[in-house]
């Protein structure tokens, strides 16, 4: 749905006005009093004061309010203007974008079927049906793959682009589901036919090419409204008035994307990527080198055979030694995602807003159903063996049942690789298997030792008796939401949580829709325009990578390979030899090996074979200094708590100075030229100082205008609000904070968890920090269990609840608080590599931070982080409201884990971003909440604080 933000308001204002004023009786919510799901959201919406979560609820009403309670949709279309109706499964709505119209835009949100786009036209929004029509095909063509997993995701690849389908791409589906579904293959033949080799649309890129801004969007009308190239042609003179020269950058890229064969190509004249970049990733996690040449040769320049696919799944997928490439490529093809709703048939699934899943859809609940209609025939059938069955609609269906969906909705559990517990395999096959007819030799636990882990370890398997009933939080489904599950967005653009509010006039929803790269033809991850992507050559040689930049074209481009990584070298520890991408403990501390190098945390460890000496000396801080607050400044832009701990993680004195980092002015040191005026930028790096320095300023030139710069608001001192840093300084006042100005954020001094003393809370958390307590900055945490006469003592904390949370506290800090943490190690080799290829810029502790928030997929909760003294980084994931209530803080630890997977997995969803394949291992910790108890809890200082800015802010 898109209002504009004064219907927003006037909306918000209407709902109250009939909800609050009107008697129980005459309200829509008590229409809906018999479905208590219904009634739970529709209650939500008298009591939100956040446009965009009443919005968000508005836009989500049909999927909790039924179409048979008829008086409330009665009801709520009198009393909403534009309130939407039901929708069942509308596969339009990533088309919505396209539409060149708002009136038809906003049908499409509101549509639930293509009969409900009557204010579309046709002749005039030609992209828009264009794809409407494409996903109709592709939802009823793919469909036929039932849990072929690879068959459908290869059909899948064909209707999941605004281009043409390549020739690889029909290929691998023939190939590959000639032998699972004639109708799939007739399907797809009968869509590539009639589909045009060339679609206007796809070179809609080009646009960006022209000089006039007028040029760049009569050319994007021209190309979503027209179809044959004269048509083209004759509006792109019209409405950029002038003829075509093939030196115009505009004209010589559509030369170019008309004529080239091969667009994803780099400098140096090779693809880009391979089919598909993502999954070529996950080769180099085979342990057995045939698993792994095949790989490669599905997913490298080719696709393969008929013969290659049938012997990977016939020898890979089911070899437990292959889990790790095979979760790696399930993170790729579906990552892990909170919550599940709306499913039909696997309904014990629905209303689990704090549990992962890789495939929540409506094509996997039918999956699941189709399923079952074949098990009913007697037969299991798998790539390696057919299974015999008894009656399973008599024979504990219910359980058959979690197993179908459990396989099709796929659950995500850190290492199960998508099977279920050896012990629910062995009890349905021992109870229901047909033993009469069992293969040869085989019982219920040989099958289920080649089906599931060889454990029941709940982290290494799927435990079916979870979704034996329904989930016990039917009544808090918006307590916790996922913006971008389902993806909103439309075909190459990415779907991100709106953390930046809206600018007055604008439509505000909780998700953004930002433009993207394909890593390769046929791959459906996506990577945001201006990333730096990381891929592996197209030989799929071990530790050999490329670094590509995902441009404006929609491709990555400006490719450079890098320097070979020996991932053959290993760590000698303790007379053990340790490989490359191992972790492990020494002593106290989180180590890893990467490339030879051994990489570790800087703990003082105390062992039980300790004297009473040192127990009695000892401090628990880095090298055993002594728990003196005497900050110190380091030239890698961390302030210290102390020379001694600045000298402890291995700073020489020259590359120190007494006194905290934001009380330096850095344009003193460092004068830029007399055209140029020096700013502040301050940062910590993680990069080699000694190799590349880590300026906290940057040069701009004086004769700059900087209206011209991109609009980034700033606060400054006096609480007045700049247009960027370049027109504060050029104002010469003294920034307070980056964002937008707000009233709570007066100056009141607090201490960040890195040690650093900020102006306000504002200041803090715009760089990225959470508030340990209020104040200056006046101590430094120590292990108190050790020592008797911590300063902390004289900080004041807030009060925690006594049930709300077994809160962590973060390192270096005083004050416990509830939140998910992890603990991070990286290369700091591997990020000097990169960093050469990033024009010789350092790389921060924030570019870590903004990645890493991106994979934060609710609102409800949000991501801050430090370098810590412990030479580690410490990553915080933090409930945002005033209020949390249990699953919100559950959410936030499940955000922890599922980030802490995909590091300790080193999964491509993850690392193909730069510079996050520096990343070696993590340790995560997570603040487990009360679950008996679902009543809103308070948190302490950083929530209550987050609470007073996250709602107005422009910067969270």
Not at 20 to 48: F, H, I, K, M, N
Not at 389 to 410: D, F, R
Request: with cysteine; proline share 6%; glycine share 4%.
């Amino acid at each position: 749905m898109a209002y504009s933000s004064s219907l927003a308001v006037s909306l918000l204002f209407l709902v109250l006005m009939i909800f609050r004023c009107g008697a129980e009786e005459a309200s829509c919510c008590y229409q809906a009093r018999e479905y208590p799901v219904c009634r739970d959201v529709c209650d939500q919406l008298t009591s939100t004061k956040s446009e965009a979560q009443l919005k968000f609820l508005l836009q989500r009403l049909p999927d909790y309010c039924p179409e048979s309670v008829l008086d409330f949709w009665v009801c709520i279309n009198a009393s909403l203007p534009g309130a939407p109706k039901k929708s069942e499964g509308w596969v339009g709505l990533g088309c919505c974008e396209l539409a060149i119209s708002l009136d038809c835009r906003r049908a499409c949100k509101q549509a639930s079927s293509k009969d409900d786009l009557k204010d579309c036209r046709k002749e005039f929004e030609t992209a828009f049906f264009s794809c409407v029509n494409r996903n109709e095909m592709g939802s009823l063509c793919c469909s036929y793959a039932g849990r072929h997993t690879n068959c459908r995701e290869y059909c899948h690849a064909i209707f999941r682009t605004d281009s043409s389908p390549t020739q690889s791409q029909i290929k691998a589906v023939e190939n590959y589901c000639a032998a699972i579904s004639p109708q799939l293959i007739q399907c797809v033949d009968n869509y590539t036919r009639s589909y045009p080799m060339k679609n206007p649309v796809d070179s809609l890129y080009c646009c960006d090419r022209a000089e006039d801004p007028a040029c760049q969007t009569t050319c994007r009308r021209v190309l979503m409204t027209k179809s044959t190239d004269q048509e083209i042609v004759d509006g792109l003179i019209e409405g950029c008035k002038k003829m075509p020269l093939p030196q115009d950058p505009l004209w010589q890229c559509f030369l170019e994307s008309s004529g080239s064969s091969n667009p994803d190509n780099s400098t140096n004249g090779l693809p880009a990527t391979a089919v598909d970049g993502a999954k070529l990733h996950c080769c180099s996690k085979a342990n057995t080198s045939i698993c792994r040449d095949l790989c490669i040769k599905l997913y490298s320049t080719r696709w393969g055979s008929t013969t290659h696919w049938q012997e990977f799944d016939r020898v890979c997928e089911y070899n437990h030694l292959e889990s790790a490439m095979f979760t790696c490529l399930a993170d790729v093809r579906e990552p892990c995602q909170l919550g599940c709703q709306n499913l039909k048939y696997c309904t014990n699934f629905n209303n689990r807003p704090t549990e992962l899943f890789r495939s929540c859809n409506a094509q996997s609940d039918q999956g699941s159903k189709n399923d079952i209609k074949l098990w009913e025939k007697g037969t299991i059938k798998m790539p390696f063996m057919n299974i015999p069955v008894l009656n399973i609609n008599t024979c504990q269906p219910e359980m058959w049942k979690a197993i179908a969906c459990s396989l099709q909705i796929k659950p995500c559990y850190s290492k199960s690789g998508g099977s279920i517990c050896k012990s629910d395999c062995v009890e349905i096959l021992t109870n229901c298997g047909d033993h009469s007819k069992f293969p040869a030799g085989q019982t219920a636990e040989t099958i289920c030792n080649q089906l599931s882990p060889n454990n029941d370890d709940h982290k290494n398997c799927i435990p079916l008796k979870n979704y034996l009933a329904p989930s016990p939080f039917h009544s808090a489904v918006a307590e916790v939401i996922h913006p971008c599950n389902p993806n909103a967005c439309p075909n190459n653009y990415v779907c991100e949580v709106n953390r930046k509010g809206c600018q007055a006039g604008q439509d505000c929803l909780p998700y953004l829709c930002v433009p993207g790269c394909k890593l390769g033809e046929a791959s459906d991850f996506l990577v945001r325009q201006g990333t730096l992507i990381q891929l592996p050559v197209i030989s799929g040689e071990m530790g050999c990578y490329r670094v590509c930049t995902c441009e404006p074209s929609g491709r990555l481009e400006n490719c450079l390979e890098m320097p070979c990584i020996d991932v053959q070298k290993s760590c000698i520890v303790g007379g053990q030899r340790k490989g490359h991408g191992t972790s492990f403990r020494v002593d106290c501390n989180t180590c890893s090996c990467f490339a030879g190098v051994l990489i570790c945390s800087n703990r003082q460890c105390l062992s039980e074979y300790s004297s009473q000496m040192d127990r009695r000396t000892f401090t628990g801080l880095p090298c055993n200094c002594a728990d003196q607050f005497v900050p110190v400044c380091a030239h890698n832009g961390r302030t210290y708590p102390s020379a001694c701990i600045a000298r402890c993680v291995g700073l020489k004195d020259n590359q120190f100075e007494f006194g905290s980092c934001a009380l330096k002015d850095p344009c003193i040191s460092h004068q830029c030229s007399k055209s140029q005026r020096c700013i502040p930028k301050p940062k910590v790096c993680l990069t080699s100082i000694d190799i590349l320095e880590c300026d906290q300023y940057e040069c701009i030139s004086r004769s700059v205008k900087c209206e011209l710069l991109p609009i980034e608001p700033v606060c400054d001192t006096e609480n007045v609000e700049h247009s960027n840093r370049c027109a504060l300084y050029q104002s010469s006042k003294t920034l307070s904070y980056v964002g937008a100005c707000q009233d709570v954020c007066k100056q009141q001094p607090v201490c960040g968890h890195n040690g650093e003393t900020y102006d306000n809370v504002c200041a803090a958390y715009s760089d990225r920090v959470a508030v340990d307590y209020i104040g200056p900055c006046q101590a430094v945490s120590i292990r108190l269990e050790y020592d008797s006469h911590p300063e902390c003592t004289s900080v004041i904390c807030s009060p925690l609840p006594s049930n709300g949370c077994r809160p962590v506290t973060p390192p270096g800090a005083c004050c416990p608080l509830c939140a998910g943490m992890l603990r991070v190690l990286w290369s700091k080799d591997q990020l000097d590599s990169l960093a050469k290829l990033n024009e010789g810029r350092p790389f921060s502790v924030h570019n870590i931070l903004y990645t890493l928030r991106l994979h934060v997929s609710v609102p409800q909760c949000d991501l801050f982080g430090y370098l810590s003294i412990e030479s580690d980084l410490v990553i915080l994931i933090i409930p945002v409201d005033h209020d949390p209530t249990t699953l919100q803080i559950e959410a936030c630890n499940k955000e922890a884990e599922k980030i802490d997977s995909l590091i300790q997995s080193a999964s491509p969803a993850l690392m193909a971003h730069v510079p996050m394949s520096a990343l070696t291992t993590s340790q995560v910790q997570v603040s487990s909440s009360d679950s008996s108890d679902s009543a809103t809890t308070i948190l302490s200082t950083t929530a209550l604080l987050l609470n007073l800015v996250f709602a107005l802010s422009g910067f969270l």
